[in-house]
């Protein structure tokens, strides 16, 4: 079964700053995408940024870009001159080949003023 | 292109009762996932309906139905509510091939009392 680690609870950033968010995953597939999703107070589930494990060249989306480690199944998010618009809880999650998405357990990002 | 919408917004019920709830997609996708999320057990796949077919089950009682109709929305049915059942529930739709962006709704916040 596939699983998701996201081992970091809480993190914080300096307005305009950089921070990097963790996320391990464990899989016997070969074929298979990668997704951070945002979720602000509103709870709505945005999409931040998708990778095909397929692909070796990271994906990038203006200020976000991931860091995908397919041996070391790493599959972390950076968010550079980070905005109070971050605030919100990342969910990393694992597109299966049937289809459903499995999600970690979520980091909950504070951006400071 | 207007986004996922899922009605209603809010629900309280109480035990033993049944609850429908119902989720309209972006036009044009044909696969519609149902997800529960709650601060116990994080986000969880419940099914996903493609082309009026269920596809695909997560590991959820039976109690935890639902359907898609021609138009691609769907409805989940929960029966005999239990309190565990209070959760948000959060339905995505995508074109439904492997690989493709899953866009989630608002979401329909239940309470069981």
């Known amino acids: 079964a596939q699983t998701v680690t996201q081992s970091q609870p809480e993190m914080s950033v300096q307005e305009a700053e950089t921070v990097t968010l963790s996320c391990t995953y464990d899989t016997s597939e070969s074929d298979y995408y990668l997704f951070w999703y945002k979720q602000p107070p509103s709870r709505q589930m945005i999409l931040v940024i998708r990778?095909?494990?397929?692909?070796?060249q990271n994906a990038t989306e203006n200020r976000f870009s991931v860091n995908f480690q397919k041996a070391a199944k790493s599959f972390s998010l950076k968010i550079s001159d980070s905005q109070l618009g971050d605030a919100a809880m990342y969910f990393c999650?694992?597109?299966?080949?049937?289809?459903?998405?499995?999600f970690g357990t979520g980091t909950r990002l504070t951006v400071i003023p | 292109k207007a986004g996922v919408t899922q009605t209603p917004r809010y629900l309280i019920k109480t035990r033993g009762q049944q609850v429908t709830l119902s989720c309209s997609p972006i036009?044009?996708?044909?696969?519609v996932s149902w997800y529960q999320q709650t601060p116990g057990q994080g986000l969880q796949f419940l099914f996903e309906?493609?082309?009026?077919?269920?596809?695909n089950k997560g590991n959820f009682p039976g109690r935890f139905s639902g359907r898609q109709f021609s138009n691609s929305r769907s409805e989940m049915n929960v029966s005999t509510l239990e309190l565990g059942d209070s959760a948000l529930y959060l339905c995505?739709?995508?074109?439904?091939?492997?690989?493709?962006?899953?866009?989630f709704g608002p979401g329909t916040r239940l309470l069981v009392l």
């Open positions: 309906y493609f082309s009026e077919t269920q596809r």
């Open positions: 999650a694992y597109l299966s080949g049937a289809n459903n998405l499995f």
């Open positions: 036009s044009g996708h044909r696969s």
């Open positions: 990778q095909e494990a397929y692909k070796q």
């Open positions: 995505a739709s995508s074109f439904g091939k492997q690989g493709n962006d899953q866009y």
